[in-house]
C-alpha cells in the first residue's frame, strides 16, 4: 500500500514534489464478471493514470457484478486498506441492473457534489445523453470515492475532468498538519493546480502502476522473478493487529465465487466411463435404431396372429445373433429366442409356455410339429425397429450430467455414438503451506512442533470422489518466493488452486501478500463471518495467455475440518460450476435434529450425520425425516468430527434469547456425502 509521503520542502517558485497517491480501479458489469465480455473501460483508466507514476499507484484492479453488497464489500475493502482513491466504473445508468449509486451512496460519510458536478457539466459539452448519467462521489473512511460511466470514452472523459483537483481533496481527507497548504499557497500565489478541458494542451496528473509492481488486475501480470518479498516478511512488532479484509457474509462469499468461475470450454471425448461426471455440451442425436431389427422379447414361437391355435410345422429357428433365411407363409411357424430376429412375414411371438410338441426327431435335437395353445396378438411380443430409440432421435440434451448409474454412457453406447462434446472438468492442484508441516507418512518421532499433513490427503480424496482430477503440489514452507514457485508450477496445469494454512495473522502467515504482489492476484474476499473458516480466501489470477479462462485460488485455513468444511462450501460448488452443472450448488434438504446442539457468536456449519427416519400415523400415513446426528466436539482442529458426517448443519449465530438448537428443530442441512 503506497502511503503519503512529505511533501519537501522546494524554493518559492518551484512546483513540490509530488505525494504518490494509491487508486483502486472496480469495474462493475454482470458480463464482465461472468466472462462473457472484455473488461475495456478498467484497462483505460489504468493508461490514464499512468502518465504520471510519481503521482498515482494502481494497486488494484477487480471486477465484480451489478450487485449491491458485492460493490459495497469490495469498495469497503480497499477503503479499510486506506486506498486514496477508489474509482468505480459501470452501473451508473438508469438500466435495471444500474445499482452502483445505490451500492455506493451508504458508504460515504462525506457527499462530494462539487466533483460530480464538474463531471457532468464536462460530459454535457459533449454530448446531451450525459444527463443520464448518475455519479456519485465522496469520502468513504479515508479513502475518495468516484463512480464514473462505464464506456471508455464517458470514463477517461469524467476523469479527465476532476483529475487535477483530486491530489489536493486527498490530501485534505488523508489529514494531518499541513494538510492542503502548500497547494493553498499555489492557488494565492496564481499557481494553481492545471485542470484539463476541451482548450487545454496541459495534462492533468495521471496514474501509473505503482514502480515496485504493488499491484494486480485482471490484464496484466507481474514478471515471474520480480522480487517484493522485502514488503511481505515485516517485522513482526510493526506487522498488522487488525486484518485489512472485510467479513462478509457467507452467501455473499459464494456468490463472489460463482460469479467468478468461468465455465470451461467443451471437447471431444471418446466414451467411456472416463465421461462420468462430465456436462454435456451438445445433444447427442442417435445414429442407429434401437432395435436395429425386429426382435422377439420372449423365446417362444414367431406365428402369423391371424392362424389362431392350432399344430403348425417348425420351418425354422432363430437364435440371438442370427438371422432367419426364410419368410413365414400362413400355417407356418418358426422358434425363436429372446432378442432373436422374427423372420419376415411373422406378426406375433408365442411364449414357450403356450406351447406344445407334437412331433420331434427321435433324439429330440428338432422339433417338427408344435401346437400353439394360445390366441396372440399382432405385435405381440415383437420388439418393432425403432420403437426404443428411432434414427436421429435427441437421446441425451446439452447441460445433461453423465452419472455413474451407467444409463447415459449405455444409451450413447447402444446408439452408434463413439464421442461426445462435454465440458472440460477443472484439475484441482493442491498444496499445504508451513514450515512445520510434514508429510503424513514421515516415520515416527516426529520433531517437537511438527505436524502430520493431513489436509493434502483429505482434499484429494473428496476432490476425487466428486469426481475432479487432483494435482499434488506437496509441502511448501514460509518463505513468499518458495511459495510463488509453488504456485506457479502448480497453476501451469492446474485450472483451481487450494492451498491450505498460511492465511490468518501470523507473522508466517504469507500467502494473501504472495498473491497479491508476486502473482498477480485480485483477493475478492479474505475473511467470512462463518465457523470454521472464518480467514477463507478467494483470488483470481488473470490468464497468462488472452482467451484462457482466469485461475482461481482458494486459500485455505491449515486447521483440518476448517479446510474440509470451506471445501466443500466453496470450493466445491466452483468446481461444479466451471464443469457447466446447471447447479453447482450442493443440495440442501431440512433436518431434524436429533439431540440439542449449542449455538456459536457466528453463523456456524456442524458436520452431522444424516439418517432417513420413516414414522407411520394413522392421519397421515408413512412420512419421512430426515434426523440429524451431531460427530461430537466440533473444534475445527478435530478430524473427528468429519468421520461418518455426510452433512453439514447450517446454524444461526448465537442471541440473547437464544443459546441452542433444541432437539426437534429443523435446520437446513447441506449434503457432502451419501445417504
Known amino acids: 500500500m503506497a502511503h503519503l509521503a512529505p511533501i519537501a520542502k522546494t524554493q518559492p517558485e518551484a512546483m513540490p514534489t509530488p505525494r504518490l497517491f494509491s487508486v483502486a ?60 482513491l477508489i474509482v468505480t466504473t459501470g452501473g451508473t445508468g ?54 464514473l460511466p ?29 494538510a492542503g497548504e502548500e497547494t493553498h499557497k499555489r492557488m494565492q500565489s496564481g499557481r494553481a493546480p492545471p485542470v484539463e478541458d476541451e482548450s487545454s494542451s496541459q495534462k492533468a496528473p495521471s496514474l501509473q502502476h505503482h514502480r515496485h509492481h504493488h499491484h494486480h488486475h485482471h490484464h496484466h501480470r507481474p514478471k515471474h522473478g520480480t522480487s517484493t518479498a522485502a514488503g511481505l516478511a515485516p517485522p513482526v512488532a510493526t506487522r498488522a493487529r487488525s486484518s485489512p ?32 461426471g462430465h456436462v454435456l455440451a451438445a445433444d447427442i442425436v442417435a445414429k442407429e435404431a434401437v432395435p436395429a431389427y425386429r426382435a422377439s422379447i420372449v423365446d417362444g414361437y414367431a406365428v402369423l396372429a391371424p392362424d389362431g391355435p392350432g399344430e403348425y410345422p417348425v420351418i425354422t429357428s432363430a437364435t440371438a445373433g442370427g438371422a432367419p433365411e426364410v419368410a413365414l407363409q400362413p400355417g407356418q ?31 429330440g435335437q428338432v422339433e417338427h410339429v408344435v401346437g400353439i395353445n394360445t390366441k396372440v396378438q399382432n405385435g405381440e411380443n415383437i420388439r418393432e425397429v425403432g420403437s426404443d430409440i428411432g434414427i436421429g432421435q435427441v437421446v441425451l440434451k446439452k447441460g445433461d450430467v453423465v452419472t455413474a448409474v451407467g444409463g447415459e454412457i449405455g444409451v450413447m453406447a447402444s446408439v452408434g455414438v ?5 465440458h472440460r472438468k477443472p484439475i484441482v492442484a493442491l498444496l499445504s503451506t508451513g514450515n512445520e508441516v510434514k508429510e503424513f507418512d514421515t516415520p515416527a518421532p516426529l520433531t517437537p512442533g511438527a505436524i502430520r499433513d493431513s489436509n493434502r490427503p483429505t482434499l484429494a480424496a473428496a476432490i476425487v470422489a466428486a469426481g475432479f482430477e487432483a494435482l499434488d503440489l506437496g509441502i511448501a514452507g514460509d518463505s513468499p518466493e518458495v511459495l510463488a514457485s509453488s504456485i506457479r508450477k502448480g497453476l501451469e496445469r492446474a ?65 483440518p475440518v476448517s479446510a474440509n468444511v470451506t471445501f466443500y462450501l466453496f470450493v466445491l460448488p466452483a468446481l461444479r460450476k466451471m464443469a457447466a452443472y446447471a447447479e453447482p450448488r450442493l443440495p440442501i434438504v431440512k433436518a431434524q435434529i436429533a439431540h440439542p446442539l449449542p449455538l456459536d457468536s457466528r453463523p456456524e456449519f ?21 434426523v440429524a446426528h451431531g460427530t461430537g466436539s466440533q473444534r475445527s482442529s478435530r478430524l473427528l468430527s468429519m468421520c461418518g458426517a455426510n452433512a453439514l448443519l447450517r446454524l444461526p449465530p448465537a442471541t440473547e434469547g437464544k443459546r441452542e438448537v433444541a432437539s426437534g428443530e429443523v435446520v437446513d442441512a447441506i449434503v457432502i456425502g451419501g445417504l
Open 25 to 84: 480501479i472496480i469495474t462493475i458489469s454482470d458480463r464482465v464478471a461472468a466472462n462473457e465480455a472484455e473488461d475495456r473501460t478498467g484497462p483505460a483508466l489504468v493508461n490514464l493514470f499512468k502518465e504520471n507514476a510519481e503521482i498515482w499507484g494502481v494497486e488494484h484492479t477487480s471486477v465484480v457484478p451489478d450487485e449491491v453488497l458485492l460493490i459495497q464489500s469490495v469498495v469497503k475493502r480497499a477503503a479499510d486498506a486506506r486506498v486514496n
Open 94 to 147: 438508469f438500466g435495471v441492473r444500474d445499482v452502483t449509486p445505490e451500492a455506493i451512496a451508504p458508504l460515504l460519510i462525506k457527499q462530494a457534489a462539487g466533483l460530480t458536478t464538474a463531471m457532468l457539466t464536462a460530459g454535457l459539452k459533449k454530448t446531451p445523453m450525459a444527463a443520464l448519467s448518475r455519479p456519485v462521489c465522496g469520502v468513504c473512511n479515508r479513502s475518495l470515492v468516484v463512480t
Open 150 to 178: 462505464g464506456s471508455v470514452r464517458g470514463a477517461t472523459e469524467n476523469l479527465e475532468a476532476i483529475l487535477g483537483v483530486l491530489p489536493h481533496a486527498l490530501e485534505l481527507i488523508a489529514g494531518g498538519e499541513g
Open 245 to 276: 479484509y472485510p467479513m462478509i457474509a457467507f452467501d455473499d462469499a459464494v456468490s463472489i465465487v460463482l460469479s467468478h468461475a468461468p465455465i470451461l470450454p467443451a471437447e471431444q471425448r471418446r466414451v467411456t466411463h472416463g465421461l462420468i
Open 333 to 363: 411357424i418358426a422358434r425363436v429366442t429372446t432378442g432373436a430376429p422374427v423372420p419376415a412375414g411373422a406378426t406375433a411371438v408365442v411364449m414357450v409356455e403356450y406351447t406344445t410338441v407334437v412331433k420331434a426327431s427321435e433324439d
Open 418 to 422: 463413439l464421442e461426445a462434446l462435454v
Open 495 to 559: 485450472d483451481v488452486l487450494i492451498t491450505t494454512g498460511g492465511v490468518s495473522m501470523g507473522e508466517m502467515d504469507l500467502l494473501k501478500p504472495v498473491l497479491e504482489k508476486m502473482l498477480g492476484a485480485t483477493i475478492h474476499f479474505g475473511r467470512v463471518a462463518l465457523k470454521p473458516g472464518k480467514p477463507t480466501t478467494f483470488a483470481v489470477i488473470p490468464p497468462a495467455k488472452e482467451g484462457d479462462p482466469p485461475k482461481l485460488v482458494f486459500a485455505l485455513p491449515g486447521n
Open 606 to 626: 456442524q458436520r452431522a450425520h444424516l439418517s432417513i427416519q420413516t414414522t407411520a400415523s394413522p392421519l397421515l400415513g408413512a412420512t419421512t425425516t430426515f
